[in-house]
């Protein structure tokens, strides 16, 4: 499998989609998933063209986790979550769906179930708000 | 929150309790999960005492990783998977039982779901046989 640079990921980070972004640096770059499973579902993808966890160099990877654990801190706090579930698909056979590596940041808390299947897009106003608290969390 | 170091990933890490590891280096362990969610469930940790995402030093969690990456190869080459799902639960509203850090490695197909919460031990010899499977499958 060829990385396909027509994934809307790729296209976030040539600037030809937009996203609601919370976090980038020069490895990185952090954004809400639009198809929320759960409030504050946010989003961490390597610039590096990487279809999966087996398609990308360990030194990038190191950075992608680096920024991971960086966000999900303020996702956390961003969404008053007492915990907080990564999930990285590999393969549509795994749930993949947009072929450029991502990790997922899903804020838990007791008593609300995530939607692992049934996902529908949000409304772009809220997904804005949330980035906003977000960002704020992380400075 | 303190680590606790009664709990059995503590355990295993100082040789007081078993696993069927499956790779080791000097900053990680995988082995295989006991309560497997799906045939190959693989755990990786990390030596270093972390409850969760948010109690480990970035370079560690860099090392984890890349374990994880490396690991995660043999286990999706030794159970023929499509696609291979990685996660991580931070805190009880996560999911998170064993309160060290741990990334699960799990084999994805299609047609297969894998059980979200009925969890059940595995008997120890096909544990064992399936550990024999990952490390011949990283050699």
Do not use: C, W
């Not at 490895?27 to 989003?43: K, N, R």
């Not at 990564?86 to 007791?110: C, D, E, K, M, Y």
């Not at 008593?111 to 772009?124: C, Q, V, Y």
């Amino acid at each position: 499998m060829a990385y396909d640079t027509r994934n809307v990921f790729a296209k976030i980070l040539r600037g030809d989609a937009t996203a609601h972004v919370v976090y980038e640096d020069d490895h990185s770059v952090a954004f809400m998933d639009i198809m929320p499973q759960v409030e504050g579902h946010t989003l961490v993808v390597p610039r590096a063209a990487a279809e999966d966890l087996f398609d990308i160099q360990p030194d990038s990877l190191a950075h992608l986790i680096r920024a991971t654990q960086y966000v999900a801190r303020g996702v956390k706090k961003a969404f008053d979550a007492h915990g907080v579930m990564i999930a990285q698909l590999s393969g549509a056979a795994a749930g993949q769906t947009v072929f450029h590596l991502h990790f997922h940041i899903l804020p838990r808390n007791h008593g609300i179930e995530f939607k692992l299947h049934a996902r529908e897009p949000a409304d772009a106003a809220l997904l804005a708000a949330h980035a906003a608290r977000v960002r704020a969390a992380l400075t």
